[in-house]
């Protein structure tokens, strides 16, 4: 029998898509059996109560979590969010229900020996209940009590050799896609500068020092599987500068029905057969493609590096060998003052370690957006506010028209001082013997 | 229970502490086919839905199989993961950035058996454990927020309505009919823990009632002035409030026509929660992308300003993306992102095509980006 009638939770149970409502209470008997005989550290029945809150809120249509308060673990300013729920006394299993967030590991490839240790933690001394993954790509533990919370970084630190993630105003969680591990278009190894630069920064990722949060991700290519152009204060996304490698008997076999363009990813549907020039050549964004004579040509030097003729033949061509990444910067969602997507800062960047030179650019801006940077102000806000030309200042690049879409159509132009010869500082007397008052 | 130490001693935490130590290292749980051709993968294709094969320069292959996950899981859900990588996969499995669960294994006869255990089990409530799919041109996993499961400042819940969609969507997930692949999104406030602003289809929540004032309580729980800095549009001021015992307190008064309901200040200050059973909602976005193929990525448009939350399965919103994906399902091109079919055709056309109502809500007013949404030609459609 639960403890909570959940008329309309039950109702999310039917359906073919796997069902929360489900887990939970199959969560929820697992803790009440208790089979394994755990010693459980929070409420066993804090599954029972987490539904009975939400039918609440079902009820309600209103969340009845209230405002996380100051908890964490020493020496650390993120990785805990404080949860209190607003009805302690319907809900007493919930009442403390803090998230802790786990950095997780590169590409999110996992071993079962490694996830079952995580289960076996947090079955003990959490909910029970976790994210896999966070919006950010944490493994997201979800609820446990202020006493329980440095007991589980003991034991992450200690016997798991895993530390936390990101929360706050500080570095959060940095995240991959898959990258070289299981991808032929990735033109850089993306869970190895992830790795690298998650070690370097450390401090920044635990101990808030910045205006607000900070972002760093890593795309292999421009499809941007972790969308890191468009929620990444800097976004890193592999490129090339050489050619396309061009395999013309393949190209033969996407033209004569032998591979299925696009890898197969259209065959729910009959689209009638391959057609090169309508689905590749005239849907080429800069027209650097032809086909003629059964030959595919390349303008390379013309190719903007869509990936779309690449998605649609995988077989026949392949991502250039000279390769590294794009760094744009300041994307970010909406709050506060509209969504950004992230800006063109660095063309190419070799991407090789130590990353020595990825490592100047970030810190230059931070150098920059932690001066100058108001209280809760991401960095494309900053941008906004003091101009692209200040960031470029404060990294020490020269302008590059691929920073732009197009040039400024105001001529307002602020000068400096030292561009103009003879500076600002001028006789007004001197003028006026030539001009008259 | 008694209280069970971890070795932690709470009278010396600096005794023995480990910190700043970072996550596992990726390499320790690569599967080994993937250790050994890494960097060095020719091609993929897609099988079927679900199923992927990576084929690698060595001649070695890697089939991958896909089933949507949820996000919120269970520690025994995971070790019913665990417990199918054991049986089938030496133990590797890996999530994606939508939520998927992976299992790959090193032969093609590996798959079938992989799948059918896959797709044998079911909860209690008969909906499936792990249904495979989520590939192509289709409909794959919803990343999602946290909603009224664990946030204090969501519109609307983020687990229910994401089940309540992909049952919508369900064939969609198995299938790859559609031109190109539609990638939705929920994010149950605007702070966009989602980013969902750049997503083909986009369910976000959104308040539409000013904060309520706790006025007896506001000083004693907040700073003024930092509550007063966060607001976006300037609608906060400081002021002073007679309560009803007539005494005077220090509080915030809110210009009401100038807020945009963001509920930043609740974010700074406890004492202005916004959450009303009639005022929040569900906002419709479509027409965004990540990716730089053919066209640049974009962002979503709002094109349904209110759905009420209409718990628990919020038949308003869902039918809604359903139709959007039928209409541009059977009118777009191939390779088409929806976003893209939108502008081919124009928004107008959208619109009509969908038999979505345009109202005054979706005409930009927020600042200068405003400007360069309104039409300022005369090449439009009737």
């Known amino acids: 029998m639960a403890k909570h009638e959940t008329p309309l939770l039950d109702q999310l149970e039917s359906g073919p898509w796997p069902s929360f409502v489900s887990d939970i209470k199959q969560e929820a008997e697992a803790r009440a059996k208790n089979e394994k005989g755990v010693e459980y550290q929070i409420p066993v029945d804090v599954c029972e109560d987490l539904l009975g809150i939400l039918e609440l809120s079902f009820k309600h249509g209103r969340t009845h979590w209230k405002h996380g308060g100051i908890v964490g673990v020493f020496g650390y300013g993120g990785g805990v969010i404080g949860r209190y729920c607003d009805q302690p006394e319907m809900f007493p299993g919930v009442a403390h229900f803090h998230t802790m967030r786990v950095n997780q590991p590169g590409g999110k490839f996992y071993t079962s020996e490694f996830l079952r240790q995580l289960c076996d933690v947090w079955d003990m001394r959490g909910s029970g209940l976790t994210n896999m993954h966070g919006s950010t790509g944490d493994i997201i533990l979800l609820g446990t009590t202020t006493p329980q919370l440095e007991e589980i970084f003991f034991e992450l630190t200690h016997t798991y050799n895993q530390d936390l993630g990101g929360s706050g105003s500080n570095l959060r969680t940095p995240a991959d896609c898959v990258g070289e591990a299981r991808c032929e278009w990735s033109c850089y190894d993306t869970q190895a500068l992830c790795y690298d630069l998650t070690q370097e920064y450390q401090d920044e990722l635990h101990r808030p020092a910045f205006p607000y949060k900070f972002k760093f991700k890593f795309d292999g290519c421009p499809n941007c599987c972790v969308a890191s152009i468009a929620r990444a204060d800097i976004a890193f996304i592999g490129t090339w500068k050489d050619d396309i490698r061009l395999d013309q008997e393949a190209v033969a076999a996407y033209v004569g029905g032998e591979f299925p363009p696009n890898g197969g990813s259209h065959s729910g549907r009959d689209w009638g057969p391959f057609d090169i020039k309508k689905e590749v050549i005239d849907l080429c964004p800069t027209g650097c493609m032809q086909y003629a004579d059964g030959k595919l040509a390349i303008d390379n030097k013309e190719c903007n590096r869509c990936m779309h003729c690449i998605s649609v033949m995988p077989r026949a061509l392949r991502i250039g060998n000279d390769r590294g990444c794009s760094i744009l910067v300041g994307a970010k969602a909406p709050i506060l003052d509209g969504a950004q997507m992230g800006s063109l800062l660095i063309p190419f960047i070799k991407v090789e370690e130590p990353y020595d030179e990825i490592k100047e650019v970030i810190e230059n801006i931070w150098d920059w957006w932690m001066e100058e940077g108001k209280n809760r102000e991401r960095l494309g806000e900053l941008m906004k506010r003091q101009g692209f030309q200040r960031l470029l200042e404060a990294c020490n690049l020269k302008p590059d028209p691929r920073m732009v879409q197009e040039p400024r159509t105001n001529p307002y132009i602020f000068w400096k001082e030292d561009e103009v010869p003879g500076g600002f500082q001028r006789d007004i007397n001197e003028f006026r013997k030539h001009h008259l008052r | ?382």
């Open chain 2, 1 to 382: 229970m008694a209280f069970v130490s971890s070795g932690y001693n709470p009278a010396k935490p600096m005794e023995n502490r480990i910190t700043d130590i970072g996550p596992r290292k990726y390499d320790e749980f690569y599967p080994p086919v993937i250790k050994k051709n890494k960097g060095k993968w020719l091609y993929h294709e897609i099988l079927q839905p679900g199923v992927l094969v990576h084929v690698a320069e060595s001649g070695d292959e890697v089939y991958t199989v896909r089933v949507g996950g949820i996000r919120l899981m269970s520690v025994s859900l995971i070790r019913e993961v665990c417990d199918i990588a054991d049986k089938h996969c030496d133990g590797h499995m890996r999530f994606t950035t939508r939520n998927n669960i992976e299992f790959m294994v090193d032969s093609k006869d590996k798959v079938q058996p992989l799948v059918d255990d896959l797709e044998s089990r079911k909860f209690d409530g008969g909906s499936f454990k792990f249904p495979v799919g989520g590939t192509g041109a289709g409909v794959t996993n919803i990343v999602h927020t946290q909603g009224w499961i664990h946030c204090h400042t969501p519109a609307t819940d983020a687990s229910g309505p994401v089940k309540a969609t992909m049952d919508v969507l369900f064939d969609d997930f198995k299938n790859m009919r559609l031109p190109a692949h539609v990638r939705v999104s929920l994010a149950c406030c605007l702070n966009m823990c989602g980013a969902v602003h750049c997503s083909d289809i986009a369910i976000l929540g959104y308040h539409r009632k000013p904060p309520l004032m706790d006025h007896e309580y506001l000083d004693k729980m907040c700073e003024i002035p930092l509550a007063i800095a966060s607001c976006p549009t300037a609608a906060l001021k400081p002021g002073k409030m007679e309560l009803e015992d007539g005494t005077s307190v220090k509080s915030i008064m809110v210009n009401e026509p100038r807020c945009m309901f963001c509920g930043n200040c609740y974010t700074m200050c406890p004492s202005m929660p916004l959450a009303d059973t009639e005022g929040d909602g569900i906002v419709i976005m479509a027409g965004g992308k990540v990716s730089n193929r053919i066209s640049a990525p974009k962002f979503s448009k709002v094109v349904v300003a209110f759905f009420p939350n209409e718990a628990p399965r919020w038949p308003q919103t869902t039918d809604c993306i359903q139709k959007m994906i039928e209409v541009y399902a059977a009118d777009a091109n191939k390779y088409e992102r929806l976003g893209e079919w939108a502008e081919r055709i124009g928004w107008e056309r959208f619109f009509e095509k969908c038999e979505l109502e345009f109202t005054h809500h979706l005409i930009d007013d927020f600042r200068d980006p405003a400007y360069y949404t309104w039409r300022q030609t005369t090449q439009f459609k009737f």
